[in-house]
């Protein structure tokens, strides 16, 4: 079973407009971090926002938030106020395992969602 | 710019042949690891090291192998190349502190491409 699965291949905003990427997860474990992360064109893998599985609030970073049901395993990003450079492909990541110093935390990443801002 | 630098950004080879890619991790992480991002598969874990210990592995490759070296820079070797190793390469690193918001931070990648 897909342990990251990000179902909307590409999306449209306009521009200053709010836009939702859903995530949602699949694990047993416990504990347990979501990454987004961000590609433009160029390549480059770009670190958005962090929640952890037990983090009691939504995790917030500028105009990113973390929309984090924990019941429903999903773990959806929120765009506000769309720009023109927020066009780029979307991943969803998770990190599986409680810390316990310098272990294995790769990520297990989701297929991405291309979204294109609309001036 | 995260820190975290690769050379070469871009790599053009022939089959049969072998490649090395090179990664200097952010000042202070101690945790390298390896991606291999490519069309069909998406973007699959390679390999992870831990001040100069190989941690973990993911789906590398035999003809693959990595390394950390005491100034904990990482280098990726391919080797008996493949059409379909043609991908995009990201190393990664995090302070492997242990900590919750433990985060990695990628390198802007080396694009292969085997003729």
């Known amino acids: 079973a897909q342990k990251i699965t990000q179902t909307q291949p590409g999306m449209f905003v306009q521009e200053k407009e709010a836009v939702t990427l859903d995530c949602t997860y699949d694990t047993s474990d416990p504990s347990y971090g979501l990454f987004w992360y961000k590609q433009p064109s160029s390549g480059e893998m770009i670190f958005l926002i962090y929640?952890?599985?037990?983090?009691?609030q939504n995790a917030t970073e500028g105009r990113y938030s973390l929309n984090f049901q924990k019941a429903r395993k999903s773990a959806n990003l929120v765009i506000s106020a769309s720009q023109l450079g927020d066009s780029a492909m979307y991943f969803c990541a998770m990190r599986e395992g409680r810390d316990s110093g310098a272990g294995s935390y790769q990520l297990t990443f989701g297929k991405g969602t291309k979204l294109s801002v609309i001036p | 710019d995260s820190g975290v630098t690769q050379t070469p950004k871009h790599l053009i080879t022939a089959t049969g042949q072998r490649v090395t890619l090179r990664c200097s991790p952010r000042?202070?992480?101690?945790?390298v690891y390896w991606y291999q991002q490519s069309l069909d598969q998406g973007l699959q874990f390679l390999i992870q090291?831990?001040?100069?210990?190989?941690?973990a592995k993911g789906n590398i490759l035999e003809r693959f192998s990595a390394q950390q070296f005491p100034d904990l820079h990482s280098e990726l070797n391919l080797s008996s190349l493949e059409l379909g190793d043609s991908a995009l390469y990201f190393c990664?690193?995090?302070?492997?502190?242990?900590?919750?918001?433990?985060?990695?931070?990628f390198g802007p990648g080396t694009r292969l491409t085997v003729l």
């Open positions: 000042s202070g992480d101690l945790s």
């Open positions: 929640q952890g599985s037990y983090d009691q």
């Open positions: 090291y831990y001040n100069g210990e190989e941690r």
């Open positions: 990664a690193s995090s302070p492997g502190t242990g900590l919750s918001t433990d985060t990695q931070y």
